[in-house]
């Protein structure tokens, strides 16, 4: 049972990110995706800093070790997110108005 929740897990969490950030399918296919993968890393993100904060009371070092694992979490998503979607990518050769091809 756990390979398969795995197996799930692994082929729609990276075939999300990986067809989420392919420009060529339609954005009716990408955009959902994208939502999907979010929502994944948002609730793993959450469920890491809601034990931080009910650690506390009984485990302080414990409670603090999970809140930077969480911060750690989050800006590394914030950073994967920004580079993999807000990036313009770079023009080809051939493309543009440059007028080379003329």
Sequence with gaps: MEILVEFLLELVVDGGI????????????????????????????????????????????????????????????ILKFRKLYMTKQPKREGEGTSGEGI
Excluded: Q
């Design 18 to 77: 990986e067809a989420s950030g392919n420009k060529n399918l339609s954005r009716w296919i990408r955009y959902p995706l994208m939502v999907l993968v979010i929502l994944f890393f948002c609730a793993v993100i959450a469920l890491v800093f809601y034990m931080g904060v009910s650690v506390y009371t009984e485990e302080p070092v414990a409670s603090v070790l999970f809140c930077l694992l969480g911060l750690f979490l989050l800006v590394g998503t």
